[in-house]
């Protein structure tokens, strides 16, 4: 039976796509969308890439235009948090002491970023960078900054160092690991986009901690490392993760893992609580794993499936992972999964010193992961060779001259 009423807890990406998607397959009740945040649903990769650079409107970084949501008859209440989740009676309790009933729920309450908590943290001129405003505030900082230190090595991380040399600051990037995303990449191409950040100017240094933020005056002026080294820094940026908002999950006592455990059918443990977005550790039935994944495209994917599911339709969230990434004159799209250090090979498609490759992620023969740089429209042909799980001819597979097309199905393909 169709809910009567649907309350959303995170007005992000996957809660607005959720309330689109509900409007497009014919829901006419009641539908609540709550928000912590002053400003209505946005998309959050422009944070560190256009926007930050300065390059995109503010009005381009809205999932919908303002008037969208009264002619939709989507209840947005900004500034506003859920406190609790009454499962027993279905209410959903607001800061401004509002209950509101649902006979559906969808928890994308997102995630936050992780805080380090080294001497000197809370310093004046430590950033950090999830929400529209503190895009807007790092912007600022970077038109009065000379140099920037940037803590942490992941995307994130990556991308404000490159806005932040495209705005001619001198940028060191701090990296505890032996090489920016090696969990991701794996050596072989870490070690690529490393060197791209190093041919720009960054002053890249690996395998280093941070022992303390030093300060004058209120605000930070260097960043001490674990060996005692200092690097002047008149602002800083930190980018070590982040973690899932499952608090009222957990309150609610639904069932939480890396995040709010769901079904493929993005279904809590209490068939009326769904989740979506970066909060949700979804099975993914391709995978035959629970995964959560941060990255816009899943949300935006997950919303519009979970609309569906919420209305009782029988679908499942199957899509493998894709993010993209911009850096520098660098675009790359990353389509797959792969477990830090589950592959055997790795093969490259071109020729990574003309800028332009796939590098594809191989365990016994089978693709489990490919990633277009400067290479366009292979994502469709690199998902199929991953769903195929044929074990591969690697030596076509690597050569730009034989088309993504023909190699898919070549090898003994073997069932899922």
Not at 48 to 58: I, Q
Not at 332 to 352: A, S
Request: charged share 20%; aromatic share 6%; proline share 5%.
């Amino acid at each position: 039976m169709s809910p009567r009423d649907v309350v959303i807890i995170g007005a992000g990406l996957a809660g607005a796509t959720a309330a689109q998607g509900l409007r497009e397959h014919g829901f006419t009740g009641r539908l609540v969308l709550v928000g912590d945040e002053p400003e209505r649903p946005y998309e959050r990769p422009p944070l560190s890439k256009e926007y930050l650079l300065g390059t995109m409107a503010r009005e381009k970084t809205y999932v919908h235009p303002q008037d969208w949501y009264a002619e939709h008859d989507v209840e947005l209440l900004l500034s506003t948090t859920a406190t609790f989740v009454d499962r027993g009676v279905h209410e959903v309790g607001l800061s401004d002491g509002t209950r509101l009933p649902y006979d559906a729920l969808l928890l994308a309450t997102g995630s936050r970023p992780r805080r380090i908590s080294v001497p000197g943290a809370d310093l004046d001129g430590v950033h950090y960078l999830r929400r529209l405003g503190e895009s807007d505030a790092l912007r600022a900082a970077y038109a009065e900054a000379t140099a920037v230190v940037v803590i942490g090595g992941g995307w994130i991380g990556l991308e404000t160092a490159a806005a932040a040399r495209a705005a001619g600051l001198a940028v060191t990037v701090l990296e505890a690991a032996d090489l920016p995303l090696l969990r991701v990449l794996g050596s072989e191409v870490a070690g690529l986009l490393a060197d791209v950040h190093v041919g720009h100017g960054v002053d890249l240094r690996i395998g280093v901690t941070v022992a303390e933020l030093v300060g004058r005056a209120g605000s930070v002026t260097a960043v001490r490392l674990g060996d005692g080294v200092e690097i002047p820094a008149d602002l800083v940026v930190v980018g070590v993760g982040i973690t899932p908002n499952d608090e009222l999950a957990r309150e609610a006592a639904l069932t939480v893992g890396n995040g709010v455990s769901v079904d493929e059918h993005l279904r809590s443990s209490d068939p009326d609580v769904f989740a979506a977005g970066d909060v949700a550790d979804a099975y993914h039935p391709w995978l035959r794993r629970s995964l959560r994944v941060e990255h816009w495209a899943n949300a935006r994917r997950q919303g519009a499936v979970v609309a569906r599911s919420m209305l009782g339709q029988d679908v499942s969230y199957d899509r493998l992972p894709y993010f993209f990434s911009d850096q520098y004159d660098v675009g790359l799209e990353y389509t797959g999964y792969v477990d830090p250090g589950g592959y055997d090979d790795v093969v490259l498609r071109g020729d990574p010193s003309a800028g332009a490759f796939v590098a594809f992620w191989l365990s016994a023969g089978r693709v489990l992961a490919g990633m277009p740089v400067n290479t366009w429209d292979a994502v469709p042909a690199i998902e199929a060779l991953i769903r195929s799980q044929a074990v591969v001819d690697t030596r076509r597979l690597g050569d730009a001259g034989v088309p993504l097309e023909d190699v898919v199905g070549l090898g003994e393909a073997v069932g899922g």
